[in-house]
């Protein structure tokens, strides 16, 4: 059968199965619209900015583990969408990102919304590919899916011209095949088997164990391994903000979140542990601190990762393993159960040393009656969706606050921009995420500055009819930036004041949602019941106003260790 490139585009991301995409229309994807436009089995999701479009098939694959797609047209909408890219790439989310080019004879011409799209992204993905021929579309496509989600996930960009997707060719059903083959991408996902009997020697043998498990958890579904594991050593667990719910929150062993603003227990078991096991973390800078201060204490450290890349890029690893998470903990709990298990007493002074640090209630916080403590809004929230909410945030004090107070016990519920810190995403996510979940409570929890990154998708929200709930935290600042400066700039508050900000609950109104202000604590639950409850469905923005003054603790200062938190001033 003849087909246009665009009807195989159509055709290929039908056989990928996707639900959605989302992608806003221009000059150099009207064809590949039209064929969209002709069938009913993919829905389009119209965004107001590019960017967002990445962003919610961003929060579409990490609520589901599924690819996303986005569709941009060229130039200024293939630029729009780097942010997006970028995010996902530094998160390791699987995407097909598909950009509409110039034809293929104006390009290097400087024609009307040209840009180099592979170049401009080749940095910021996995992979990319330019389709100069209608006859390489499908297999293009095919290979950009399995690359995107196989090994360690990300973005991948396809850039097609748009004279390819006007031409035509015979689909050949071939060459979509389901296995992939790729000489020079092989990924591995079964470990070592003589590094997966060092490991489990080494944990059987530990008397101060720890699991340090990272977004690599729940990105391969290996949470129902890691608990597995965990419980088999009686080994506590700590999950970097990328893991949270790779590991039950409610779980005797879980510590909380390590790094600059996780847990005195977990900063403190992550430092004096002598056998420490990494499952797909990184250990980047907001984990580990000061690394000749984490280097400084003696310990066996095994790291379990689908990216050999990652293997001693910052930490020298005694006993590497490459592979998948899920695959190499079903070898290591193999080895483990055919062994004999460690004696209770092994561990016993380990487990009571947790419980001593557990003892300084490191986030504990002084409630008020007057004004409208952050990490209560959070408590709260998880108490009225039972913790049961996919939950997104933006970037900055509230996403800490949400990332340390919002218990999570099962993975995919938290979806936040992690390695590159975007403002702008909690939106667009808590889009992709209810679009994916349609009868699931999806709550976006931002602030007065981030959620003006990509405001405009109230719009789409409107249009789609998306019952998400947005826990504004507005302190009037920009929360971090503040606490910083408040903390080593002398007070100089440069920049981060917000003194012209809308009326929220007037703007929600006006894109036809419903607007609650919250002045009073004694308010915050009745304010979210009613938006769980009387405007189930319906966007309901909710605008705390809360304390202003209030800071993110634990803190582990620029430069400093694990063991050299601030802590809040009554737990000193």
Known sequence: MMLTGAEILIRSLQKEKAEYVFGYPGGAVLYLYDALFQQDDIRHVLVRHEQAAVHAA??????????GVALVTSGPGATNAITGIATAYYDSIPLVVIAGQVSTPLIGQDAFQEVDTVGVTRPCSKHNFLVRNVRDLAQTLNKAFYIARSGRPGPVVVDIPKDV????????EAAFAEDVS?????????????????????????????????????????????????????????????GLGGFPASDRLYLGMPGMHGTYEANMAMQHSDVLLAVGARFDDRVIGNIDHFAAEPRKVIHIDVDPASISKRVKIDIPVVGGAKDVLEQLIGQIESAPRPAPEQVAEWQSQIETWRDRRCLAYKASEDAIKPQFVIQKLWEVTNGQAFVSSDVGQHQMWAAQYYRFDQPRRWLNSGGLGTMGVGLPYAMGAQLAH???????????????????????????RLPIKICLLNNRYLGMVRQWQ????????????????????????????????????GDVEAA?????????????????????????????????????????????
């Not at 769980?532 to 200062?557: A, C, G, W, Y």
């Open 58 to 67: 961003d929060g579409y694959a990490r609520s589901t583990g599924k690819t």
């Open 165 to 172: 997707s006007n031409a035509r060719c015979e689909f050949d």
């Open 182 to 242: 790729m000489r020079s991408y092989n990924p591995v996902t079964r470990g070592h088997q003589g590094q997966i009997k060092k490991a489990a020697q080494a944990l059987l043998e530990a008397r101060r164990p720890l699991i340090y498990a990272g977004g690599g958890i729940v990105l391969s579904e290996a949470a129902g391994e890691l608990t597995r594991l965990a419980r088999l050593l009686n080994a506590p667990v700590t999950t970097t903000l990328m």
């Open 438 to 464: 349609p009868d699931a409570p999806v709550a976006c929890i931002s602030s007065e500055g981030s959620i003006q990154m990509n405001i405009q998708e109230l719009s789409t929200c409107r249009q789609f």
């Open 486 to 521: 408040q903390m080593f700039h002398g007070q100089r508050y440069s920049g981060s004041y917000m003194d012209s900000l809308p009326d929220f609950v007037k703007l929600a109104e006006s894109y036809g949602h419903v607007g609650i202000r919250v002045d009073k604590p």
């Open 528 to 572: 979210l019941r009613e938006a769980f409850t009387t405007h189930k469905n319906e966007l309901v923005f909710l605008d705390f106003q809360i304390d202003r003054s209030e800071n993110v603790l634990p803190m582990i200062p620029s430069g400093k260790g694990l063991t050299e938190m601030v802590l809040p001033a009554e737990n000193l």
